[in-house]
């Protein structure tokens, strides 16, 4: 198991499944007099499923917001595809962000919207030339791909929490991205439920061929999802590796996760 | 000290308000345009709020005659009932009130949807799915206000004179010809304009606090509570600040 940060590469990625399409450099975020993030590096390759695992208030959700460009880190690079996404203009970021799909912890379902009104949204916005067959043949086969076609017409409101996850994750995936970052995916839901989550996580993971970045303290979908793990802990990527050496790690700021 | 914490918040507010502002000019003015929402927002802003502004306004207008009738009949000039009554209502009772009723259903409303949009990263969702959310929400919001309340004002003006015939006509016949002939007769071109034209500003105004206080709104179901509630204070605040601004330029420019 790696105790110390990736060198990470600023080279463009090929197409093999070890190419990064996330490079995360010397990140440094602070809120106030709290520094949530410091020199904080992770890479994440093409295939790839990355969990961040930390406690609740660590930054895990700051991190993936920076990446998706939501906050801006106060210094570090992060590159996406080769592009650093705080240097890039509202344009050009709109761009990067349709390969990137962000699967919300609260789901963030537009509750004025229908089920498919949700889906149809980011569809309409940039795959603007497909007609409404088009747009329902790809709303539905998202739907299917969760296994909720049925709530096409449903409000939100109308929906259990499990229901609700299903749905965001079928928003998220509408697009077909690279890249997924999932925050908090399994919160708030039964061990019955989260763990349809996880499934559904490693079989569109599968599908798509999609990269992800999955933020979670939860160790059963840590077990499930992740084919590396790195714990941040005071800001910075404490250690990276796999489930098994965090599993049979003596020591104690990983152990705590396993209690 | 508070006081001073109080100035110093006053003048953060009114720069926030002002970038807020200029945002609303250099990015949501550019295409591409948000057109069916932009209908949306004028459906439920607009047409929607019909029903209010129609009641407000007929109570208004029968109110307002026969409160002021005892004193037109003190002075012998009750014949002038109609004259009186339309030129208050259309110059500024009708504008001003239905802005304020505009304001306490409307920026109050926008406030604690962006707010709660806000508060569950709904606002969030739109931006990383590379949809603006400052053209999509605030800008067609804006602009259905804008747009909206002259139109809802023009009615209210009308249904207003409708309520004062009939107030007219408790105490005294007087033919619905006769009662409109004499109001559009003591009406000019210089009495109706500014009055329609800073019906827009109310609009905007009305728009733009709402779209601003729940789009900063902070977390929590206090911090959407807040917002709805600061946006019509806020807005409410704003109308007559310009309509005494309206008024002083009217004056100035010698409509008045």
């Not at chain 1, 994440?44 to 969990?51: A, F, I, R």
């Not at chain 2, 009130?97 to 806000?118: H, N, P, Q, R």
Request: glycine content about 8%; hydrophobic content about 45%.
């Amino acid at each position: 198991m790696a105790t110390a940060t990736n060198t990470v590469s600023k080279d463009v990625p090929d197409n093999s499944k070890d190419s990064p399409v996330i490079v995360v450099e010397h990140v440094y975020k602070q809120f106030g007099s709290n520094l949530v993030l410091r020199d904080f590096n992770l890479v994440v390759n093409k295939e790839e499923n990355v969990v961040v695992l930390g406690k609740s208030g660590s930054g895990k959700s700051v991190l993936i917001k920076c990446i998706i460009g939501l906050l801006k880190p106060d210094s570090g690079n992060i590159m996406v595809f080769g592009e650093n996404v705080s240097e890039l203009n509202h344009d050009d970021l709109d761009k990067i962000r349709t390969k990137i799909g962000f699967l919300f912890q609260g789901n963030a379902l537009y509750d004025s919207m229908t089920v498919r009104e949700n889906l149809e949204f980011p569809l309409r916005r940039h795959w603007i030339g497909y007609s409404q067959k088009q747009v329902d043949a790809l709303v539905i086969e998202a739907l299917e791909n969760v296994g909720l076609a049925h709530t096409v017409n449903m409000m939100p409101e109308e929906l259990s929490g499990g229901m609700l996850k299903r749905v965001a994750l079928a928003r998220t995936m509408i697009l077909k991205p690279d890249v997924i970052l999932y925050d908090e995916p399994t919160t708030g839901l039964d061990p019955v439920t989260a763990r349809e989550i996880d499934n559904l996580i490693i079989k569109l993971q599968k599908k798509y061929h999609t990269s992800s970045i999955i933020i979670t303290h939860d160790m059963h979908c840590v077990k499930n999802t992740a084919d590396r793990v790195a714990l941040l802990l005071d800001g910075k990527c404490y250690s990276e590796g796999k489930y098994e050496d965090f599993e049979n790690s003596t020591d104690k700021n990983i152990k705590q996760f396993f209690e | 000290m508070a006081l001073t914490g109080s100035i110093r918040e006053f003048f953060d507010e009114t720069g926030s308000v002002a970038r807020f502002t200029g945002r609303f000019f250099s990015t949501g003015m550019k295409p591409r345009f948000e057109i069916k929402e932009l209908l949306s927002q004028c459906y439920i802003i607009g047409y929607k709020s019909l029903p209010l502004v129609a009641l407000t306004g007929f109570i208004m207008g029968l109110v307002l005659t026969m409160q002021l009738r005892p004193s037109l009949v003190d002075y012998g000039v009750e014949s002038q009932l109609p004259v009186m009554v339309g030129i208050a209502i259309v110059r500024e009772i009708g504008p001003v009130i239905t802005a304020l009723i505009f304001a306490g259903k409307i920026a109050s409303s926008i406030g604690a949807e962006l707010g709660s949009m806000k508060v569950t990263e709904q606002i969030d969702a739109m931006e990383v799915s590379g949809t603006n959310p400052f053209k999509y929400l605030v800008a067609t919001r804006v602009l259905a206000t804008t747009l909206m309340l002259p139109v809802l004002t023009m009615m209210g003006d009308a249904i207003s004179l409708f309520g004062a015939y009939i107030g007219v006509n408790i105490r005294s016949v007087t033919s619905f010809h006769l009662f409109f002939t004499q109001v559009f007769h003591s009406l000019s071109f210089g009495d109706f304009s500014p009055a329609f034209i800073k019906t827009f500003f109310f609009g905007f105004a009305v728009g733009m606090i709402g779209c601003y206080k729940g789009y900063n709104s902070s977390k929590g179901t206090r911090g959407v509570g807040n917002s709805a509630n600061s946006a019509v204070v806020l807005a409410s605040v704003l109308i007559f600040i310009i309509d005494l601004l309206a008024v002083q330029l009217t004056d100035l420019l010698g409509l008045n």
